[in-house]
């Protein structure tokens, strides 16, 4: 079945670092890939988003590319600040009902 | 716009009792889904109600059951608890169809313990 792989955490780096946090995916068709932090306290919310091969989605800095040709959609940031220490999850979803296979989450925090 | 809003926000329940667990969705959302976040777990799908029907379910047993009102809120019940069963429960709500779709609207959860 579909399911999705990501780096285990926790990540602990200083501000301004680089961030990468790795996502493979297994998946029988072609399903659209997210990227969904969650902050302390408060619920998931969508961060990025990608619907087909080599589409990059974007936002706040965070980028990640659906990479068909080895089922991957890592996310980076040039500059990590205070601000992003969240959990991180992957995610993927095949169809249009909502079933949306989460990775395990990866805790990041950034110390000043 | 209002967002996904949960309810109660903490309980404590024993074994074999049942719950239930509220949801408002989102403005203008017609489609409600419910997920279990494990301790240190991503969320794993639950089900999804559209137009108060059940419209696909994850791999959980019947007495995970679920409603959903004409102005799309939502209730979460669960029968017979079992310790296993203690997580954070999240509602999310999207969109009519053919509106952004595959995006997800997330409620803060509501966290059980089963004791």
């Known amino acids: 079945g579909n399911s999705v792989t990501q780096m285990e955490g926790p990540v602990t780096l200083s501000e301004e670092a680089f961030l990468t946090i790795n996502c493979t995916y297994t998946?029988?068709?072609?399903?659209?890939l997210f990227w969904y932090v969650q902050y302390p306290g408060e619920g998931l919310q969508l961060l990025l988003k990608?619907?087909?091969?080599?589409d990059k989605g974007s936002n706040k800095g965070f980028e990640a590319t659906y990479r068909k040709e080895t089922t991957s959609f890592h996310l980076e940031k040039g500059s990590v600040q205070v601000s992003d220490s969240a959990v991180y999850f992957c995610?993927?979803?095949?169809?249009?009902?909502?079933?949306?296979?989460f990775g395990a989450g990866t805790r990041l925090t950034v110390k000043p | 716009e209002t967002g996904v809003t949960q309810s109660p926000t903490h309980l404590i329940k024993t074994r074999g009792q049942q719950v239930t667990l509220r949801c408002s969705s989102q403005?203008?959302?017609?489609?409600v889904s419910w997920y279990q976040q494990a301790l240190g777990q991503g969320p794993q799908f639950i089900f999804q109600?559209?137009?108060?029907?059940?419209?696909g379910r994850g791999n959980f047993p019947p007495r995970f059951s679920g409603l959903q009102f004409p102005n799309y809120s939502s209730e979460l019940n669960v029968n017979a608890l079992e310790l296993d069963d203690s997580a954070l429960y999240l509602c999310?709500?999207?969109?009519?169809?053919?509106?952004?779709?595959?995006?997800?609207?997330f409620g803060a959860g509501s966290r059980l313990t089963v004791l």
């Open positions: 999310a709500s999207s969109p009519p169809s053919g509106q952004s779709t595959n995006v997800l609207t």
């Open positions: 109600y559209y137009r108060e029907e059940e419209n």
């Open positions: 995610a993927l979803e095949e169809g249009n009902n909502n079933d949306m296979r």
């Open positions: 403005s203008g959302h017609n489609t």
């Open positions: 990608a619907t087909k091969a080599d």
């Open positions: 998946a029988t068709g072609y399903p659209s």
